[in-house]
């Protein structure tokens, strides 16, 4: 098939113009009038101690709301979880996302490493420091 250049032209304009859109939408802030459900209960399961749980919340599909599930996130420490929420400002609904927000009172306490005896009975090797007189089966 060929493409006469006035086509190839009308066809480049029309990647361009998609492509310098993309990242526009990405920045769009969703607003709506209707207000999200009450937030569903859900049983939070047991968590391994690095978790923390994400809980469930109320998204919009561009016609609804929808539930979407609680998870468990990967904890980081000196933060908690700020969950998904929707803000009411006027007659506008807007969805924030979940976050991790600072602990202002958190202090970081490094773990000490056991310091090696330095008059330990075996070095490195697992030999007795002493291989002189009276030491091990070669005596």
Excluded: C, F
């Excluded at 009172?105 to 697992?126: A, L, S």
């Amino acid at each position: 098939m060929i493409i006469s250049p006035p086509l190839k032209k009308i066809m480049l304009a029309i990647v361009l113009a998609g492509a310098a859109a993309a990242p526009a939408l990405a920045q769009v802030s969703i607003n709506i009038n209707l207000a999200p459900p009450a937030p569903q209960y859900e049983a939070v399961p047991a968590l391994a101690p690095a978790q923390v749980w994400a809980p469930g919340y109320w998204a919009w599909t561009g016609e609804r709301h929808v539930w979407v599930r609680g998870h468990a996130i990967q904890k980081r420490d000196g933060y908690r979880w700020a969950p998904d929420r929707w803000e009411q400002r006027g007659n506008a609904y807007y969805r924030q996302p979940g976050t991790w927000v600072r602990e202002t009172n958190y202090v970081y306490v490094k773990d000490k490493k056991p310091k090696k005896d330095k008059y330990d009975k075996h070095d490195d090797k697992g030999h007795g420091k002493g291989h002189g007189k009276g030491h091990g089966p070669h005596n």
